[in-house]
């Protein structure tokens, strides 16, 4: 009998458990994390960088809208808490008046952790009591920094002063706020995935433009070391487009500009040493581009089997003589 109440009492309170787990923390991943939300004063662009020991942490902690605003949400992750945000801030509300109203509707906000930066530069967050420690935010001029079940009680402060502290672009900037992080010993249990997302301060209508970096490292054992190359991969094909978007133009003088700076920063990508050679071809630096075919077509013979393809559409401007001297290399 005394077995039968003792199983009773445990079903009924690991019932009421799950009952209240359900209510309060839903079936979401439980993003314990650091982050920061910020905007570059200067572009008005808007940014999230994440980095997590969970599985793919930008998919679920990441909010952002050209024009509207950047959002982080973790810790026990209400989800709705970014789309939700975003469309009230598109109603004209503030990042404080969205972090107010989200979390006064939340039953599991002592769980929550939350960060808003709007495009007019307001800047907002939450930190729960029940956050797992160490956990704590700062909100600073146009950035919000946040962390919790941190190794160290100084990793938001040590983001904060790095983020105020790097000059340049804004994602290199977010970057640097978050190896901060990592340098005084981040997430407690490790490290496992990371993420940037940047946005344009005014939307265009033209999502591919709006949405300028979207990178995200799922699973990896040094994350942050990844999504830094990843950007400045980023960064060298931003030249290469450039690059295109000037042979579409016939301006083979400015599209020599940016395949040289994206071959100058991956010196052995083949992509990016093709294309410089070829518009070498097209500027009539010949005698420069031919040391660069040969080693491409000696690293990989497909590049040779492109190259007259590209005469028919006008890619490569070569006579037969030239296309001649290119192929022996």
């Known amino acids: 009998m005394k077995r039968i109440i003792i199983q009773i009492f445990l079903f009924v309170s690991f019932f009421s458990v799950e009952i209240l787990s359900q209510s309060v ?31 793919s942490v930008g998919s679920i902690v990441s909010w952002g809208e050209a024009g509207v605003g950047v959002i982080a949400t973790q810790s026990f992750v209400n989800p709705s808490f970014g789309q939700r945000g975003l469309e009230m801030l598109k109603q004209g509300m503030t990042a404080q008046e969205v972090v107010d109203l989200l979390i006064a509707s939340d039953e599991g906000r002592d769980f929550r952790q939350l960060a808003i930066v709007d495009a007019k530069g307001n800047s907002a967050a939450y930190t729960g009591s029940k956050c797992i420690a160490e956990a704590g935010h700062i909100v600073g001029d146009n950035y919000s920094v946040q962390a919790n079940l941190m190794l160290s009680n100084l990793v938001w402060s040590e983001m904060s002063k790095a983020f105020e502290s790097t000059d340049g672009p804004l994602a290199e900037r977010l970057v640097a706020a978050l190896e901060a992080a990592e340098n005084v010993g981040g997430d407690i249990r490790g490290k496992q995935s990371a993420a940037i997302l940047v946005v344009k301060g005014e939307a265009t209508g033209k999502l591919w433009e709006d949405r300028y970096i979207d990178l995200r490292v799922e699973d990896h054992p040094d994350p942050i070391s990844e999504i830094k190359r990843l950007l400045k991969v980023f960064r060298a094909y931003e030249h290469m487009n450039n690059g295109d978007l000037a042979v579409e133009k016939n301006d083979m003088k400015l599209a020599m500009e940016h395949y040289s700076a994206a071959m100058k920063m991956f010196p052995e990508n083949l992509e990016m040493k093709y294309w410089t050679a070829v518009t070498l071809v097209n500027t009539g630096q010949i005698d420069n581009a031919l040391p660069l075919f040969k080693e491409i077509f000696a690293a990989d013979d497909n590049w040779k089997k492109l190259t007259p393809r590209l005469i028919k559409n006008g890619m490569l401007n070569a006579d037969e003589s030239t296309l001649q001297k290119i192929m022996n290399q």
């Not at 200067?42 to 997590?52: F, K, N, W, Y």
Request: hydrophobic share 40%; no cysteine; aromatic share 12%.
């Open 25 to 55: 923390f839903g079936n979401e991943p439980l993003a314990h994390t650091y982050s920061i939300v910020a905007r570059d004063p200067q572009t008005g662009e808007m940014g999230v960088a994440v980095q997590s020991h969970w599985f």
